[in-house]
């Protein structure tokens, strides 16, 4: 694909494409194996189903917001989310975003969020702000708002969207577009539902490049398959199977409301991305230098995947949210996922609203 928003365009008419054929919502389950299809074929395709960060727009704005949004979603427009600050995305309780009220009854947003996927794309970001009680809350925000200001950073992966910082100054927002519920519960909620989306697609990159590698060594002109070629090949292919069905399994989880599905979906997001990071350095080696040539999908897959490594959560706080839930019998209570209001019920999302 050509780089810069040449690319991002093509992403978008895919988008457009699937959607306007029954692919813009599905079941959590369903979008968990399109999202393995789609990485497949290139993990800039992460976006090209469902409603992605859209979701929590979908399940948790008041039915006017959601008329608003949701349709346009559904005809293949995109949403993005804004949660990172510069003094540290894994520290969300630190958000320093926040909103004061004007004189006409709406909250003024204003903060400075950074490393924003699909910065120019989205038609609309969740933005995470305090609210005038210093409470966390999210809201829609339009991204023609004029309040928001965009600062583009070229990215080593992920390439598809363009990402960068999102400084927003007194944008203004209807009380009534306040995601309804606690943000920190909101945030754990749609994590727990969207990180094994995330896993999965790297994995989907992963086993495209197992099968590039595989047909490779299959069809290359030697007399015999070197054993550390054929283990590296039997333990990655277990290695991502076994990785993907532990996405399913939190899927599940967190479509049932189960309460250890927050602790699930951070877990397989880190344990799948890391298998998938793994995995494709160790095959890329066994096709030689073909794949390191900067065209090869096999190259781009590794620096997509290097991306993931810290998209939608860094590995280490993941991993230790998990280890602290199985060590601190009081935490288990705080780790499960509360019953938001759901204002739709999980599962296909009408445009209605
Ligand atoms: C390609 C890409 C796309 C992204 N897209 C988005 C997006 O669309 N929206 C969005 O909101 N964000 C986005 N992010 C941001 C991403 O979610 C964050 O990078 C991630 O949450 C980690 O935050 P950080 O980079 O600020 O690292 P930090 O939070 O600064 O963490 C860096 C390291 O410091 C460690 N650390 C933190 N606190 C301590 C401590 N007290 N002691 C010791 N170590 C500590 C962390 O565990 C980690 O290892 C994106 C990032 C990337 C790379």
């Known amino acids: 694909m050509p780089p810069g928003s040449e690319r991002s365009q093509r992403l978008l008419c895919v988008r457009r494409h699937l959607v306007s054929r029954g692919f813009g919502d599905g079941s959590a389950l369903w979008q968990l194996l399109a999202q393995?299809?789609?990485?497949?074929?290139?993990?800039?395709?992460?976006?090209?189903?469902?409603?992605?960060?859209?979701?929590?727009?979908a399940c948790h704005a008041r039915p006017s917001t959601r008329r608003r949004w949701v349709p346009r979603l559904l005809i293949?427009?995109?949403?993005?989310?804004?949660?990172?600050?510069?003094?540290?995305?894994?520290?969300?309780?630190?958000?320093?975003?926040?909103?004061?009220?004007?004189?006409?009854?709406?909250?003024?947003?204003s903060g400075r969020k950074c490393w924003i996927s699909r910065l120019n794309e989205a038609a609309v970001f969740v933005v995470f702000f305090r609210d005038p009680d210093g409470r966390l809350a999210a809201a829609p925000v339009d991204a023609e708002d004029l309040g928001l200001r965009r600062t583009e950073l070229p990215p080593s992966g992920l390439a598809g969207w363009s990402w960068g910082v999102l400084d927003?100054?007194?944008?203004?927002?209807?009380?009534?577009?306040?995601?309804?519920?606690?943000?920190?519960l909101l945030l754990r909620n749609h994590f727990a539902t969207y990180r094994p989306w995330v896993a999965a697609t790297a994995l989907g990159g992963a086993a495209a490049v197992f099968d590039s590698v595989?047909?490779?060594?299959?069809?290359?002109?030697?007399?015999?398959i070197r054993d550390n070629a054929l283990i590296t090949i039997g333990r990655t292919h277990a290695q991502l199977a076994t990785a993907l069905l532990g996405c399913a399994v939190a899927e599940h989880l967190a479509s049932a409301g189960d309460c250890s599905a927050e602790i699930w979906g951070a877990a397989t997001k880190a344990h799948g991305v890391d298998i998938a990071h793994q995995a494709t350095?160790?095959?890329?080696?066994?096709?030689g230098a073909a794949g390191f040539r900067a065209d090869s999908q096999i190259a781009k897959t590794r620096r997509d995947l290097a991306g993931l490594l810290f998209a939608d959560g860094i590995h280490d706080s993941l991993y230790r949210s998990a280890g602290k839930h199985y060590t601190n019998a009081s935490l288990?209570?705080?780790?499960?996922?509360?019953?938001?209001?759901?204002?739709?019920?999980?599962?296909?999302?009408?445009?209605?609203?």
Not at 37 to 57: E, F, N, S
Not at 281 to 287: D, G, N, Q, W
């Open 36 to 57: 393995f299809v789609c990485g497949y074929r290139d993990i800039d395709l992460r976006d090209a189903t469902g409603l992605g960060h859209g979701r929590l727009i």
């Open 76 to 109: 293949g427009e995109l949403a993005g989310i804004a949660i990172t600050e510069p003094h540290g995305g894994s520290r969300v309780i630190e958000t320093r975003t926040s909103a004061v009220l004007s004189a006409d009854g709406y909250l003024l947003v």
């Open 168 to 184: 927003l100054d007194g944008v203004r927002v209807h009380p009534d577009d306040i995601l309804v519920g606690d943000g920190m």
């Open 214 to 224: 595989t047909t490779i060594l299959a069809t290359r002109n030697i007399d015999r």
């Open 281 to 287: 350095v160790e095959l890329a080696l066994l096709a």
């Open 332 to 353: 288990i209570e705080l780790a499960a996922p509360k019953e938001l209001p759901d204002v739709e019920t999980p599962g296909r999302i009408s445009a209605a609203g």
